[in-house]
C-alpha cells in the first residue's frame, strides 16, 4: 500500500533522514515512536510529499510517486493527514472545513458534499457542532473534525503525526476511540504518537526511530516488552513508565 | 461511533443596534449641536446664514458631489495598489518584494501634500504626449484635468502604501499551519490563496482598512490645494472672493465649519459601515487579531 | 517603518531613474547637480521651520494628550452603583452623611462629563482633514490678528499641537488603560504606595508602550508641517514649490523627499534600536495614524 526505499532528506547541513525503508499493507497500523529531533514528522511529510525527499523513493499502491511528472496535489488526495495542532481553517465552520476539500479539489457539487460531510462529523460523534467555528470547539473536538476533514477525501490511507499531543489529558480519550474505530474498520494508518495503550491495542506492527534511522521493528509486544536494541529499551522504558 | 455527541454551542456576534449604541449617537449630535453653537458664539457668526447660503451654497453642493468623485476613483486604486504591494512583500520573489517595499518606504516617508504637487505641477511632462492624446481621444479626458487626476493618483499610491502593510501583516499573520493543512489535502497553489489565505487576511484586514479609508477620505481634502473640484478647493475658491463679493468675514467660520462638519460625517459613516460588514463576517477565533 | 538601508538606496535609485526618464521625455538637461551643492544650505534652513513648528505643537500637545488620554482613560462609576453602595453602608451602620454622598456624586458626575468633553474633542479632531483645520486656525487668527507679523506661523502651529494633542491622547489612553487597575491592583497588595505603585510600576510600562506610538506620532506630525505651505508659512514646501516654479522642478522634489526620508528614517531607526533595547515581550501597543 505505501513503500518507502531508502528515504534521505536533508536541510541544509542537517541530515534528518538518513535511509528510511518501510512497507505497509493495505489494514496495517504502523506506529512509529521515536525521541524528539529523530525526523518522525519530516518522514510523514515524505509519504505525501509535503517535504520532497532528497533521495529515495515513495510508492503508493505500487507507483512511485515523488517523480516530476506527479504533481503532488494528486499525491495528497490520495493520503490523508492529521496534524499536532489541528490546523483547522479559521475561517471556516466545522462542517465547512470538512466539506472544503470535496468541493475544491474533487469539484463535487455543494449539497453532496455537505451531506457527506455532516455523515462523517456524526461519525466522529460531532453532529451537534457542524456550525461551531474552530476557535469554539475544544481540543479534542477539533482533532475530531481535522480526521473527519481528512477522511472527507475518501483518502487511501491516513497519517497521524501526534494527533494527541497537543491536548488536555480529559480530551486524548475521545480522538484515540475515533481513531482505533477508523483502524478496526480497516484503515491503513501511519501513527506517530507516544500514547502506548494505543499502540499496543491497535498497531500491527511499530518502528522505532531515532537520528534519522530505523533502529528496531516489530509487533507491540516484542518492541515493548523484548526490546533488542539498547536505545529501544532506554526510550521505551522512559515512555512506559 | 461511540463518541458522546455534544450540543449545539454557538456564541453570538454582538447587536449592531443597541440600546447603548443609539444613546452614544444621540449624544454625539447633541455635543457636535453644542460644539458649533459655542464656536459662533465665540467666533460670532451663524452657521445658518440664508445670504451666505445663497452664494456658498451651489459651491458646497458641487464640492461634496466632486469629493464623492475623487473616493470613488481613488478608493479602488489604492486598495488594488495596496494589496497588490502586500502580497509583493511577502510573495518571497525578491525582484517584486524589493520594489513593493521601496514603494512603500517613499509613501510612507514623504508628505502626501509633496507628492501631490509635485504630481499635479509637473507629473504631466512625464506622459508622452501621444499618449495624452490618446487619453484625451478614449476618456475624453480634457488636458486640464489631467494633473488633476495625477494628483488623485498620487494621493491613492500614498493611501496604498499604508494599505500594503495593512494587508502585509494580514498575509504574515495566517499560520504556516493552515497552509499545509490545505497542501495535505492536495490543494494547488492558487486554491490555497483562494479559499484559505484571502478570506482570512481579508477579515483579519477590515478593522485597520476601516481606519485607512477614513484617512483616505480626510486626505482627498488635499486637492483642494491645487484648486480641484471638490469641497476645500471650492469652498477656499468662494472664501478667497467674500472680501470683493461683499460679504462678511466671519463666513469663513461658518463654511469652515460646515466643511468639517461634512467630513466628520463621512468618516462617521464610513467607519461604522466598516465595523458593520465586519460583525457580519465576524468569525470566532479571527478577531482577536489587531494589526 | 524601514527595515532596510536597501529600501532608502532603493528609493534614489527610484529616483536617478526618474531623473532620466524626465530627461528624455521633457527633453530637459536631467539633474543639475551643481544645484543641489549651491542650495541646500536654503533647503536646510527651510526645513528647520518645520522642525521648529513639529517640536512646539508635539510638546504642547503631549501635555494636552497627556491630559486628555487620563481624563478617558479613568473609569468612572455609574449613580446607581454609588447609591446601592450607600445604601448598603447604610445597613451595615458604617455610612458617611448625605453630604458625603453627594459631593461623591458630583465628582462621579463632574469626571463622567470631563470624559465625554475629551471624547468628543478627540472624535472632532479625528473626523476632520488637518488641513481643514490648519485652513480654519488661519481663517481665525487673520480675522482677529490681521496685522500681526507670524500670525500665519501662529496659527499654523496651534493647528498642529491642537490636532496632535488628539491624537497622543489617543495614545495616552491606550498606554494608561493597558497598565491600570489589575497592575496597580497588584501594587498595592504588595503594599506599595499609590504613588510608589505609579512610580514603580504604572509608568515604567506606560512609558514603554507609549513612545514607539508618539515616535511616529512625531514623524506624522513632521510629515504633516509640510501643509504649511498652504498658508504662506515660509518652510520647505514653499521653498520647493518655488524653487520648482524657477525652473528646477526635478532637483527641487529630490531635494524635499530626499531630506524628509532622511529625517523620519533617521528618527525611525534611532526609536527601532531603543524599543528593542527596552523591549519587554508582550507589551505593546498599536500607534493611531492621522
Ligand atoms: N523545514 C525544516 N527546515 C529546517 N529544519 C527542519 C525542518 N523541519 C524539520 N527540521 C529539523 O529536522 C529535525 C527532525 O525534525 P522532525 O520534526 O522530523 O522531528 P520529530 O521526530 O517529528 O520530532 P518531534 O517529536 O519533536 O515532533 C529537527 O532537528 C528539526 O529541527
Ligand atoms: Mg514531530
Not at chain 2, 493618483?153 to 502604501?161: C, E, K, L
Not at chain 3, 487620563?70 to 454609588?82: F, G, Y
Not at chain 3, 465628582?107 to 485652513?135: C, K, M, N, S, W
Request: net charge positive.
Amino acid at each position: 500500500m505505501i513503500r518507502t526505499e531508502d528515504i534521505h532528506k536533508h536541510f541544509g547541513a542537517l541530515h534528518v533522514l538518513r535511509g528510511i525503508t518501510l512497507e505497509v499493507t493495505r489494514g496495517d497500523v504502523l506506529v512509529i515512536i521515536g525521541p524528539s529531533g529523530s525526523g518522525k514528522s519530516t518522514f510523514l511529510r515524505c509519504i505525501n510529499l509535503l517535504v520532497r525527499p532528497d533521495e529515495g523513493r515513495v510508492f503508493i499502491d505500487g507507483v512511485q510517486v515523488n517523480r516530476a511528472d506527479i504533481r503532488p496535489e494528486w499525491v495528497r488526495q490520495q493520503v490523508g493527514m492529521v496534524f499536532q495542532s489541528f490546523n483547522l481553517f479559521t475561517h471556516l465552520t466545522a462542517l465547512e472545513n470538512v466539506a472544503l476539500g470535496p468541493i475544491r479539489v474533487k469539484k463535487a457539487p455543494r449539497d453532496e458534499a455537505e451531506t457527506k460531510a455532516r455523515q462523517l462529523l456524526a461519525r466522529v460523534g460531532l453532529a451537534a457542532k457542524e456550525q461551531s467555528y474552530p476557535a469554539e470547539l475544544s481540543g479534542g473536538q477539533q482533532q475530531r473534525v481535522a480526521i473527519a476533514r481528512a477522511l472527507a477525501m475518501d483518502p487511501k490511507a491516513m497519517l497521524f503525526d501526534e494527533p494527541t499531543s497537543a491536548l488536555d489529558p480529559e480530551y486524548i480519550r475521545e480522538v484515540l476511540d475515533v481513531m482505533a474505530n477508523l483502524a478496526h474498520e480497516g484503515m491503513t494508518m501511519i501513527v506517530v504518537t507516544h500514547e502506548m495503550g494505543f499502540a499496543s491495542s491497535v498497531a500491527s506492527r511499530i518502528v522505532f526511530m531515532d537520528g534519522g534511522i530505523i533502529l528496531e521493528e516489530g509487533r507491540p509486544l516484542d518492541i515493548f516488552e523484548h526490546p533488542k536494541n539498547e536505545r529501544t529499551r532506554a526510550f521505551v522504558s522512559k515512555i512506559l513508565r | 461511533m461511540a463518541v458522546a455527541t455534544e450540543h449545539v454551542g454557538r456564541t453570538r456576534a454582538p447587536p449592531i443596534f443597541s440600546l447603548s449604541n443609539a444613546a452614544r449617537i444621540v449624544e454625539m449630535v447633541i455635543g457636535g449641536l453644542l460644539l458649533i453653537s459655542i464656536m459662533s458664539v465665540v467666533l460670532k457668526f451663524d452657521i445658518r446664514d440664508p445670504r451666505l447660503w445663497a452664494g456658498y451654497g451651489p459651491n458646497f453642493v458641487r464640492g461634496f458631489w466632486g469629493t464623492l468623485g475623487y473616493i470613488a476613483l481613488i478608493l479602488p486604486i489604492s486598495v488594488g495598489v495596496g494589496f497588490a504591494a502586500g502580497w509583493a512583500r511577502v510573495s518571497g520573489h525578491r525582484m517584486l518584494a524589493w520594489p513593493a517595499g521601496a514603494f512603500v518606504d517613499f509613501f510612507r516617508g514623504v508628505p502626501p501634500i509633496v507628492v501631490i504637487l509635485f504630481a499635479f505641477l509637473f507629473g504631466v511632462d512625464f506622459i508622452p504626449l501621444r499618449v495624452q492624446l490618446f487619453l484625451q481621444d478614449v476618456f475624453g479626458t480634457s488636458s486640464n484635468s489631467l494633473p488633476f487626476t495625477l494628483a488623485a493618483f498620487a494621493v491613492a499610491f500614498h493611501s496604498g502604501a499604508y494599505q500594503a502593510e495593512i494587508f502585509r501583516a494580514g498575509f504574515q499573520s495566517i499560520s504556516r499551519g493552515q497552509i499545509e493543512a490545505a497542501e495535505a489535502l492536495g490543494m494547488r497553489h492558487f486554491q490555497t490563496m483562494r479559499s484559505i489565505i484571502l478570506p482570512q487576511t481579508v477579515r483579519l484586514s477590515l478593522p485597520p482598512l476601516g481606519n485607512e479609508f477614513a484617512v483616505l477620505i480626510k486626505d482627498t481634502s488635499l486637492l483642494g490645494a491645487l484648486g480641484a473640484t471638490e469641497l476645500v478647493g471650492l469652498s477656499q475658491e468662494f472664501t478667497a472672493q467674500i472680501p470683493i463679493s461683499g460679504g462678511q468675514i466671519v463666513w469663513a467660520f461658518a463654511i469652515w465649519s460646515s466643511v468639517a462638519l461634512t467630513y466628520f460625517v463621512m468618516t462617521f459613516l464610513v467607519t461604522r459601515l466598516l465595523r458593520l460588514i465586519e460583525r457580519r463576517f465576524r468569525t470566532p477565533g479571527l478577531d482577536v487579531m489587531s494589526l | 517603518m524601514f527595515r532596510s538601508v536597501e529600501s532608502v538606496l532603493g528609493i534614489l535609485i527610484i529616483i536617478g531613474a526618474g531623473a532620466v526618464v524626465y530627461d528624455v521625455l521633457a527633453g530637459s538637461r536631467g539633474l543639475d547637480l551643481g544645484y543641489f551643492q549651491a542650495n541646500w544650505l536654503r533647503y536646510a534652513r527651510a526645513v528647520q521651520v518645520n522642525l521648529l513648528a513639529t517640536s512646539i505643537a508635539f510638546v504642547v500637545g503631549m501635555g494636552i494628550g497627556f491630559l486628555v488620554g487620563w481624563a478617558r482613560s479613568t473609569r468612572t462609576q455609574p449613580i446607581r452603583k454609588i447609591l446601592s453602595d450607600f445604601h448598603q453602608a447604610k445597613v451595615q451602620g458604617t455610612a458617611r452623611g448625605r453630604s458625603a454622598l453627594a459631593v461623591t456624586i458630583a465628582v462621579a458626575g463632574v469626571r463622567h462629563y470631563l470624559r465625554r468633553i475629551a471624547d468628543g474633542y478627540v472624535e472632532a479632531i479625528r473626523g476632520t482633514p488637518l488641513f481643514v483645520q490648519i485652513i480654519f486656525a488661519y481663517a481665525v487668527a487673520t480675522t482677529f490678528y490681521p496685522r500681526l507679523a507670524g500670525v500665519e506661523f501662529f496659527a499654523g502651529v496651534v493647528a498642529l499641537t491642537i490636532n496632535t494633542g488628539a491624537y497622543q491622547g489617543e495614545t495616552f489612553r491606550a498606554g494608561l488603560q493597558t497598565v491600570h487597575t489589575g497592575q496597580v491592583e497588584a501594587a498595592r497588595a504588595l503594599g506599595l504606595s499609590r504613588w510608589g505603585a505609579m512610580r514603580h510600576v504604572v509608568l515604567p510600562q506606560a512609558l514603554r508602550l507609549v513612545v514607539p506610538p508618539l515616535t511616529n506620532e512625531y514623524i506624522g506630525l513632521f510629515k504633516a508641517s509640510a501643509l504649511l505651505y498652504f498658508i504662506s508659512v515660509f518652510e520647505i514646501t514653499f521653498l520647493s514649490k518655488q524653487e520648482a516654479y524657477q525652473g528646477h522642478p526635478f532637483e527641487s522634489f529630490a531635494m524635499i523627499t530626499g531630506i524628509f526620508l532622511l529625517i523620519t528614517v533617521t528618527i525611525a531607526r534611532v526609536v527601532q534600536y531603543f524599543e528593542a533595547r527596552f523591549r519587554i515581550p508582550g507589551l505593546g501597543i498599536e500607534p493611531a495614524r492621522d
